[in-house]
């Protein structure tokens, strides 16, 4: 595994983030955008690129989402753009679903002995 943490303990935190993060998304939509975005911080930290690797779909949907409130940012907008963001967000779900499945198995699978 090529990685772009030299620090061990760094590392493990990192994958093990990675591990609940994907855990959760095979489970529930739940802070869908936060997990997605986060897994691909993670992913940055752990394998450096992400482009090519289990981590792909989550720079793909980060850079396609960069414009969407995040939870933090949610109390500063309006109803009207949070339904709209809120129903552009159901879409990219749907239409990442499988994409994101199969990359947090993978997930799950390659680093669940590290």
Same mark, same amino acid.
């Given at each position: 595994?090529?990685?772009?943490?030299?620090?061990? *303990?760094?590392?493990?935190?990192?994958? *093990?983030?990675?591990?609940?993060?994907?855990? *959760?998304?095979?489970? =529930?939509?739940?802070?869908?955008?936060?997990?997605?975005?986060?897994?691909? =911080?993670?992913?940055?930290?752990?394998?450096?690129?992400?482009?090519?690797?289990?981590?792909?779909?989550?720079?793909?949907?980060?850079?396609?989402?960069?414009?969407?409130?995040?939870?933090?940012?949610?109390?500063?907008? =309006?109803?009207?753009?949070?339904?709209? =963001?809120?129903?552009?967000?159901?879409?990219?779900?749907?239409?990442?679903?499988?994409?994101? *499945?199969?990359?947090?198995?993978?997930?799950?699978?390659?680093?669940?002995?590290?």
């Amino acid at each position: 595994m090529d990685r772009i943490s030299t620090d061990e *303990s760094e590392l493990k935190r990192c994958v *093990s983030k990675a591990i609940e993060l994907a855990s *959760s998304l095979l489970e =529930s939509d739940a802070e869908y955008l936060e997990n997605v975005l986060e897994l691909n =911080s993670l992913g940055h930290r752990i394998v450096g690129e992400v482009w090519g690797t289990e981590f792909h779909v989550f720079g793909v949907i980060a850079s396609d989402t960069d414009h969407l409130p995040t939870k933090k940012v949610r109390p500063l907008c =309006s109803a009207a753009m949070l339904a709209k =963001s809120d129903d552009e967000l159901l879409r990219v779900i749907s239409s990442y679903r499988t994409q994101v *499945s199969d990359a947090c198995r993978r997930i799950l699978s390659k680093y669940q002995n590290v």
